[in-house]
């Protein structure tokens, strides 16, 4: 098996919460968000943690995550694919598996991170992402597919038509990646879309416009894959 290595993203503003404390923070049922999700990477698989952050809120979260999760400073935040390119340095000579999480989706187990690394393994693929059929769609990237059923690409809701929008099954912002073909599409990814950010998604479609093969393993409970975005929904999961 592959070396493996997990990276957090929990740089983001987190606007909708309306609160200058940094999001990853927050406590769902006692324990910060950021410690759900860096709980669920602690697998034998896995030898190093990174978690990208924003500068200000480096020290408040490195004391929260602990001295075994390597901190990495996004400087601007300019997207999810830009928040990656950050990990260049620590992952440099790495070669191996990549997995990327949000840092503020904290259902997600070791069961199921085990399963994705797994099927990403046995697949032979350059890229595996998790996807979800949601009863409620959120707004969350489509997963789009050919007549065949075959996984053709994500199209981000700001980005997608009316009837992309209709789909059901969506991408849940987890995926795992071969470091080094990550790392070679990277600097190919533009900004030229709704938000003007560099998505990490469209490493997906670079990677299938070179031929390299990516697997979508789809959750059969959707709940493992939710994020929290509002101070609502935070209370509301905290109760449950």
């Not at 309306?18 to 034998?44: C, D, R, W």
């Not at 490195?62 to 400087?75: L, N, P, Y």
């Amino acid at each position: 098996m592959a070396k493996t290595r997990a990276l957090i993203l929990a740089a983001g503003k987190g606007k909708r919460m309306q609160t200058e404390y940094p999001k990853v923070l927050l406590t769902l049922k006692g324990i910060p968000m950021i410690s759900h999700v860096i709980n669920a990477l602690k697998l034998p698989e896995i030898e190093r943690i990174g978690l990208i952050v924003r500068e200000e809120h480096l020290e408040d979260i490195r004391r929260t995550a602990g001295e075994s999760v390597d901190m990495i400073v996004q400087k601007e935040a300019l997207g999810t694919g830009q928040a990656v390119m950050c990990a260049a340095e620590w992952l440099q000579d790495f070669e191996g598996n990549l997995i990327v999480v949000a840092g503020d989706a904290p259902f997600i187990t070791r069961e199921l991170m085990t399963d994705l690394i797994r099927q990403h393994e046995t697949s032979g693929s350059q890229c595996t992402l998790l996807s979800a059929i949601w009863p409620d769609t959120p707004a969350y990237g489509r997963i789009v597919r050919d007549v065949a059923g075959n996984f053709v690409k994500i199209v981000e809701e700001k980005d997608a038509t009316e009837a992309e929008k209709a789909f059901r099954e969506v991408s849940t912002s987890h995926y795992i990646f071969d470091a080094r073909e990550l790392f070679l599409a990277l600097p190919e990814i533009r900004n030229d879309n709704a938000q003007e950010e560099y998505y990490l998604p469209d490493v997906v479609r670079i990677m299938i416009e070179r031929n390299m093969k990516v697997n979508v393993l789809k959750v059969s409970d959707y709940r493992l894959t939710r994020g929290i975005n509002t101070m609502e929904e935070l209370r509301e999961f905290s109760q449950n």
